[in-house]
């Protein structure tokens, strides 16, 4: 008799602050590995369509306080315009455009993206804020804080406060709650459980986010233990995915949606991927 290697998630001793169970999100949509650019609308519809829970989205700021979807510090080396995103005005990116496989793949505002969702409110999203590294030290505090009122414009908004989760560091989202920011906000950025849980808890952050390749499970434990939920990313593969499941996070953010949903029955197969 042949005995069959693959794992179901009943495998899985899942044990954590989310009732025991995995909120599945996207990164940047698809993963690093769809045949369409990351934290586009093309990359972020199918993962909802196929029965994620919702997407991470890397977000930038312009001059004039529009929170773009874009990844990299330069636009050069992937669209068709060059330079950083925050030295702009929005009206002079909206014509910018991805070197893709597929035409017209533009880079667009998160308010774009979430007024062409249909039943938004059933989607979670985690705003991966990418920051200016260039300004003076001085100005960095006006500047988060801008930051961090664009994000609050943009989920009150959509009446999403509830289910858009911000990422950064210490230094960035000290400033949330003087601004009245009310979303769930996740220390990130440290490369370490130890230092991530301390600044969790010098500003009564809602979790950690943090990346596989960094984490054990006793860390996950110590972080659950403190009251903190986890959130991971580092799924790019298959075998990822399911080491992701053993460390039992509340969130995983990943590369390879398709598989992962399916080990937990959630995939919807009726959809058609575009």
Known sequence: MLLSCKKDISDYNINNL???????????GMGSMYKHPGDTYESVIPVLGIGADGSEIDIQMTKDSILVMFHDDDMKLTTTCEGYIYDYYWSELGGCKYHALAYNIYVITVDNLFSRISNLSKYHFSFDCKLNKNLPYEELEEYYKKFLRAIQRLCEKYNMTDNVFIEGNISYLKFASEVGLMNKLFISGTGSMDESIRHAKEINSFGIGISNYVTTVDDISRAHAEG???????????????????????????????????????????????
Do not use: C
């Open 228 to 274: 903190f939920w986890v959130m991971m990313w580092g799924g790019k593969t298959r075998a990822e995915n399911k080491e992701l499941i053993s460390k039992s996070p509340d969130i995983i953010q990943t590369d390879k949606p398709i598989p992962l949903l399916k080990m937990f029955g959630r995939f919807n197969s009726s959809y058609r991927i575009p």
């Open 18 to 28: 989310n009732n025991n169970d995995i909120m599945i999100l996207g990164h940047a």
